[in-house]
């Protein structure tokens, strides 16, 4: 449903619009002018601080267009320390019967202070409230899922476990990966694979075809795909999340002795070709090597993310390779095992 279906639904004619989340505000400012587009609405815009001219205001706002049936005022402050007449002409203007429709923007993510205000109690019963403020650890897979619908995605779970590890909670950056995936995939329904493709965006090789040959040992045709993928800028970003991804539920269950079983790998949204590279790891590794690689992946992440001093991709070659021939060596000896008994 969209805002102004929402508005329309409820009988409302004030929309609130607070905080400055980028996404959420220019949902809302996007739909406005589009709206205004669509069936030209003329838009009348305000900018209300502390010593506003409210007399110029005035007679901008009650000036209705000749050529518009309606109109949409927008009224916008960083600040609620304004003078009484503005808040009243505000709430009068929500009040109106032609069909206009009133936007008050508090740009400032301190939402709180908004809601404990005099004014937002008085406008609060007539108003359809927006709050524009990034989303929490507990609700960021439930507004992810909001964007998709909205983008007309349908995204897998194992997909979306994954998509939900590679954004690290970054709303903005999960609102771009998810426009690229429109463009790139229409309506279709998302999958692992399609997710673990945008790491490497048009490249040769994705990131779990790196999984699947570092985790069986073969280092040479390793380091060719890494090769591929830094000559085609993948991003080392998206590619440490990935790995970070593939590796936690591996280190927990070893540290916690749970016996490694395709229906608990399931639990921890671990799906496919992934749940023998994990079974690979988990038989192959001991718990101090697989906490040793979930330790470099979160220093090679700070690396990628500019919090360190470093190339990202050199990081990321060294861990790989690294452990490429680590697993080689290891297979090794257990083919050398079986044959000498």
Known sequence: MSILEALEKKQKQLLVLAGQE?????????ELFNE??????????????????????????????????????MFSCSNLNFARDAK???????????GDLVVFHFEKDDVKTFKNSKFYNDISRHSYDIFALEPGAYEFKNMILKRAKYHALNIEEDALSLFIS???????????????????HETKNI????????????????????????????????KKV????????????MMSGLLSWFFKPIVKMKIDNIELSSKKLLEYRVFGQSQENSKRLYKLLTVK?????????????????????????????????????????????????????
């Open 36 to 73: 205004k587009k669509k069936n030209d609405i003329e838009i009348k815009r305000f900018k209300i601080e502390k010593n506003t001219n409210l007399d110029q205001i005035n007679v901008e706002a009650k000036n209705s267009s000749l050529f518009t049936q309606k109109s949409i005022y």
């Open 226 to 237: 890494i090769d591929s993928l830094r000559n085609d800028n993948a991003d080392p970003i």
């Open 191 to 222: 999958r692992l694979k399609d997710v673990a493709e945008a790491i490497s965006g048009n490249t040769k090789y994705d990131g779990f075809y790196l999984l699947d040959l570092f985790i069986s040992g073969n280092v040479k045709e390793t």
């Open 22 to 30: 980028a996404v959420i505000v220019n949902e809302v400012y996007t």
């Open 289 to 341: 090597q697989l906490e040793a690689c979930l330790l470099r992946l979160i220093e090679i992440d700070l690396v990628s993310k500019g919090i360190r001093i470093g190339d990202a991709w050199n990081e990321l070659e060294k861990f790989i390779l690294g452990l490429a021939r680590i697993i080689h060596r290891k297979k090794g000896k257990e083919i050398w095992t079986l044959k000498a008994t």
């Open 166 to 184: 590679l954004v690290d909670g970054n709303f903005t950056f999960a609102e771009n990966e998810l426009k690229k995936l429109k463009l790139i």
């Open 88 to 98: 009243n002409m505000i709430i009068d203007l929500s009040k109106n019967s032609n």
